[in-house]
T-cell receptor
Framework: DAKTTQPNSMESNEEEPVHLPCNHS???????IHWYRQLPSQGPEYVIH???SNVNNRMASLAIAEDRKSSTLILHRATLRDAAVYYC?????????????FGTGTRLQVTL | EPEVTQTPSHQVTQMGQEVILRCVPI?????FYWYRQILGQKVEFLVS????????KSEIFDDQFSVERPDGSNFTLKIRSTKLEDSAMYFC????????????FGSGTRLTVV
């Protein structure tokens, strides 16, 4: 599986935007970029995913670099409930039931 | 919003005993997964299941582990003879399709082997 690199931790103030970076320089043409988060004592939660174009949903936006070697998850207004570990994961589209390979992610702290 | 349901939320078992962890995936999903997370460690893939057979399994998923979809709605993980090191959170997940779709995870079963 192609690997991703994320900062271990980031901090944000509540109500401010947060940009969580992810590097994936060895991404292949068939890899989708997925983001999940894990709140304390809960299971992982899907956030967003994309292939080439930027994506928006009710939770977040995903900005994908033109060369696809990096991406940024954008939380437009962080709240205390967004404090979690955020995982950037590449998922190969060639397998029938391709697994997610979790790294250590970015631990986001949100303060008042 | 549809959910993946896991039962029980917490299971305590004696070493050497068999346990069955149960999951009800989202009804129109076709792909099913089990992951585990030992306390303080990464989420680890165990097995994927599609079309009533295992698609992929990790090194962790040895002969002590098995999965089954007995009735078209439940998806179970059985550990035949539990070891202390099997203590972990076990997460079930389901997906509508391949990597173009996101996964939905359950809230997990905390397995404690004593």
């Amino acid at each position: 599986d192609a690997k991703t690199t994320q900062p271990n931790s980031m901090e944000s103030n509540e109500e401010e935007p947060v940009h969580l970076p992810c590097n994936h320089s060895t991404i292949s043409g068939t890899d989708y970029i997925h983001w999940y988060r894990q709140l304390p004592s809960q299971g992982p939660e899907y956030v967003i995913h994309g292939l080439t174009s930027n994506v928006n949903n009710r939770m977040a936006s995903l900005a994908i670099a033109e060369d696809r070697k990096s991406s940024t998850l954008i939380l437009h207004r962080a709240t205390l409930r967004d404090a979690a570990v955020y995982y950037c994961i590449l998922r190969d589209n060639t397998g029938t039931a391709s697994k997610l390979t979790f790294g250590t992610g970015t631990r986001l702290q949100v303060t008042l | 919003e549809p959910e993946v349901t896991q039962t029980p939320s917490h299971q305590v078992t004696q070493m050497g005993q068999e346990v069955i962890l149960r999951c009800v995936p989202i009804s129109n999903h076709l792909y099913f997964y089990w992951y585990r997370q030992i306390l303080g460690q990464k989420v680890e893939f165990l097995v994927s299941f599609y079309n009533n057979e295992i698609s992929e399994k990790s090194e962790i998923f040895d002969d002590q582990f098995s999965v089954e979809r007995p009735d078209g709605s439940n998806f179970t993980l059985k550990i035949r003879s539990t070891k202390l090191e099997d203590s972990a959170m076990y997460f079930c997940a389901s997906s509508e399709g391949g990597s173009r779709y996101g996964y939905t995870f359950g809230s997990g079963t905390r397995l404690t082997v004593v």
